[in-house]
């Protein structure tokens, strides 16, 4: 497992996920469950998409939009 970790990207911790996430929610507007889908896909088609945890972004994602 070392040896194949040497060549995958290295994952972003859940401070710097929450970050994207938030700015993802901010610039879209998104205030609602509704709105899961489209910062999804926002954060899917984002640059550092290949490093973010879609599990742990997603929990996050629910989180906020529930409140």
Same mark, same amino acid.
């Given at each position: 497992?070392?040896?194949?970790?040497?060549?995958?990207?290295?994952?972003?911790?859940?401070?710097?996920?929450?970050?994207?996430?938030?700015?993802?929610?901010?610039?879209?507007? %998104?205030?609602?469950?509704?709105?899961?889908?489209?910062?999804?896909? %926002?954060?899917?088609?984002?640059?550092?998409?290949?490093?973010?945890?879609? %599990?742990? %972004?997603?929990?996050?994602?629910?989180?906020?939009?529930?409140?």
């Amino acid at each position: 497992i070392s040896i194949i970790e040497k060549y995958l990207p290295v994952q972003l911790s859940s401070d710097e996920i929450e970050k994207i996430c938030d700015e993802i929610i901010k610039n879209l507007n %998104a205030n609602t469950m509704s709105d899961m889908g489209k910062v999804m896909n %926002a954060l899917k088609n984002h640059k550092l998409s290949p490093q973010i945890d879609v %599990a742990k %972004a997603s929990s996050y994602v629910k989180v906020v939009l529930n409140n």
